[in-house]
């Protein structure tokens, strides 16, 4: 009896030290989960200002470290892009500053898109509205180099017209200053990359046979010139490979950043690796029966699909550069649409430039599918700049995609272009007429968009998009 009566006080108090620890679980706080990580996570440091929002009607706030920026300068001469790195790092990509001003080739004319600014009237030169632009940013990060200096492919549009009116170099009797010339004069220059260096003889001799001769030998004589006084180092743009551009000053400190080269005169990265495949005839394949005229040869790869082109990523953030890429022959032959194996090698980006500034048999749809990029901008500078077809097949194939326009003539074409903007089509782009700036959070988790003014000098802010959240 004693034994169950002390059995029974023994299940009690097993019994009620149970309760207790139940008790004192309940009380015990519950371990949080752990919560998402922010994107755009606020610095470390306490003393770092905080980066300004950018506002319309203000000036632009300045760049500040751990931003990415990539600034599409109009000029209504070309294509020019000034890309401001996370560490400081500054590259300039082509330099707008063509003198054409009506092209019969090709039905085209620039008299209504210079309607609102015609900076030519004043014998501006390109290159004179991209070294203002460039020192303004300049005094943000305090980088007086171009580290540096990249030419898509041989356009005056790209690199500079040519004419025997334009000042002569006072470094030196062989160029004059226009386009790349007048920027080697200008700015302290790190590294030169383009498609050609150092024979400029792919597919043919450019000094002698191009259609712009003279235009490339005056940018090869600066080239030379500049490259034998020490003044800078060139190269040839090398596909497959993520090494050739990188940041130069604080890389450990800003990680996340990559120039992966895509494509450069028909060699075009696999994406794996640094793997390459050569598209285009060799040099000895290519055959002329009028060595004077180029065009009489078919399997002549036209300049344009020669282009450098390149992904530049930070974090998340990925921007296709295509410069002026397109796919017209290719039913003649397949390896003249070099757009496609360019687009699908880089794969899904949030911004893409339009290639060949959204002309004729370009951005064709299989490539905007395999980009899918969130925002398009279209460096524009004749009239049927981008042409109406290309703008709604954008418009029709990315549906979510917002697209800014450098100049965006809207209105009644002049004679001879062949195509007018909708009101419908117009509505769709968020932002036109003036430089475009996409500015990348810190860490590359977001960026927002901002239009600022190109003919008074100040850039203020017309308009700003929402925030862009990476994918």
Known sequence: MQRITCLII???????GCTACSSEKEETPAIKPTPTPDPDPEPDDPDKPQAEAIEAGKTIPAWQKGQMDIHFINTTMGESIFVIFPDGTQMLIDAASSLVATNSSNNTTNTGIRSRWDPTKTG?????????????????????????????HFHSDHFGGYSYSLPVSEKSPTYRLNGFSEIFDNFKIGKLIDRGYPDYDYPFDMATMADNAAACTNYINAVKYHVAQGDFTAEIFKPGV???????????????VKVQNIAVNGEIWTGNGSATKKTFPT??????????????ADNCPPE?????????????????????????????????????????????????????HGTTNTNQ??????????????????????????????????????????????????????DKVTDAEAARVKGYDGHVVVRVAEGGGSYV????TDSDGKMTVKTVSDKYKCR
Request: charged share 20%; hydrophobic share 40%.
């Open 124 to 152: 501006t030169r390109g290159s004179e509205i991209i070294s203002d632009y460039l020192r303004k940013c300049m005094a943000w990060t305090g980088n007086s180099t171009i580290d540096y200096a990249l030419l898509t």
């Open 304 to 356: 344009n699909i020669n282009s450098c082109v390149m992904k530049i990523s930070y974090g998340a953030f990925d921007f296709f550069a295509g410069a002026d890429l397109q796919y017209n022959g290719r039913s003649s032959h397949a390896w003249k649409d070099a757009e496609l194996p360019c687009a699908q090698a880089a794969g899904q980006v949030e911004l893409m430039k339009a290639d060949h």
């Open 283 to 296: 040099k000895e394949q290519v055959s002329f029966s009028d060595s004077k005229n180029i065009t009489s």
């Open 242 to 256: 993520s090494t050739q551009i990188v940041e130069n000053y604080e890389a450990d400190k800003y990680p996340g």
């Open 10 to 16: 023994i299940a009690g108090l097993l019994a009620s």
């Open 449 to 452: 968009v901002a239009t600022i």
């Open 365 to 418: 749809t299989d490539a905007l599918k395999a980009l899918d990029p969130q925002t398009i901008v279209v460096c524009s500078w004749v009239d049927s700049h981008p042409r109406t077809a290309v703008l709604n097949n954008m418009e029709t194939v990315l549906p979510s995609a917002d697209i800014y326009i450098t100049n965006f003539w809207r209105g009644e074409r002049p004679e001879g272009v062949d």
